[in-house]
């Protein structure tokens, strides 16, 4: 499944720095779960594809599960930075760190939609131990989120009832543009975040 945003910004961000065989079993593993799923989706598979024996790829990591926390915690990461960042850089109204968070949460998922895609649905495969630090990391980008509305109420800059639901519905309607905007070569990726976050400042105001 090769679409436009891979063409014009690979499957992985820079912060994924593994090179040579291992890219590319990160990249196999990642373009397999994405289209089959976890479940559906075998170690040997993953060799064929980056054209290694099925053994070879225990030399470089330990088990599929493996393959499926280092990709799910890259893209958690990576979505927790882009907000935090997104926030710092705003200034102090909360109108404008909304407005810039809820566009890094549009931009990451039309940016590395196959890795949004993994990490949002397969965190259910994870041991009970390994997700836990990835719940750690989806909850302190809800939480920043939430905080920012929760001040612009308290501030009087927004009205918004239920800061919780109100982060629920931008963080589900965010996480839809993986699914569509690859394939949607009538939108660029401006118009949509743009159009996302004023949205958001709509909904809160």
Not at 11 to 21: E, I, W
Not at 46 to 64: F, G, L
Not at 135 to 152: Q, W
Not at 161 to 176: K, W
């Given at each position: 499944?090769?679409?436009?945003?891979?063409?014009?910004?690979?499957?992985?961000?820079?912060?994924?720095?593994?090179?040579?065989?291992?890219?590319?079993?990160?990249?196999?593993?990642?373009?397999?779960?994405?289209?089959?799923?976890?479940?559906?989706?075998?170690?040997?598979?993953?060799?064929?594809?980056?054209?290694?024996?099925?053994s070879s790829i225990y030399a470089h990591v330990s088990s599929k599960?493996?393959?499926?926390?280092?990709?799910?915690?890259?893209?958690?990461?990576?979505?927790?930075?882009?907000?935090?960042?997104?926030?710092?850089?705003?200034?102090?109204?909360?109108?404008?760190?909304?407005?810039?968070?809820?566009?890094?949460?549009?931009?990451?998922?039309?940016?590395?939609?196959?890795?949004?895609?993994?990490?949002?649905?397969?965190?259910?495969?994870?041991?009970?131990?390994?997700?836990a630090e990835i719940v750690d990391l989806r909850e302190d980008g809800?939480?920043?989120?939430?905080?920012?509305?929760?001040?612009?109420?308290?501030?009087?800059?927004?009205?918004?009832?239920?800061?919780?639901?109100?982060?629920?519905?931008?963080?589900?309607?965010?996480?839809?543009?993986?699914?569509?905007?690859?394939?949607?070569?009538?939108?660029?990726?401006?118009?949509?975040?743009?159009?996302?976050?004023?949205?958001?400042?709509?909904?809160?105001?």
């Amino acid at each position: 499944m090769i679409d436009r945003t891979t063409l014009e910004h690979g499957l992985l961000p820079p912060r994924a720095t593994s090179d040579g065989t291992l890219r590319r079993i990160y990249e196999a593993a990642l373009v397999a779960f994405a289209e089959r799923g976890y479940h559906g989706t075998s170690m040997r598979e993953i060799a064929d594809a980056c054209a290694i024996k099925a053994s070879s790829i225990y030399a470089h990591v330990s088990s599929k599960e493996q393959l499926l926390h280092d990709l799910i915690r890259l893209g958690h990461e990576e979505h927790r930075e882009a907000l935090r960042d997104a926030m710092l850089g705003a200034g102090a109204d909360p109108a404008d760190q909304l407005r810039a968070m809820v566009g890094a949460h549009v931009r990451f998922h039309a940016t590395y939609p196959m890795l949004a895609t993994v990490a949002n649905n397969e965190l259910h495969a994870l041991s009970p131990d390994s997700a836990a630090e990835i719940v750690d990391l989806r909850e302190d980008g809800v939480r920043s989120i939430m905080d920012v509305i929760t001040r612009g109420v308290r501030l009087h800059r927004f009205t918004c009832d239920d800061p919780f639901l109100t982060t629920a519905v931008l963080g589900a309607a965010g996480i839809r543009v993986a699914v569509w905007y690859p394939q949607r070569g009538d939108y660029d990726i401006e118009t949509v975040v743009n159009t996302y976050a004023d949205l958001a400042i709509k909904l809160v105001t």
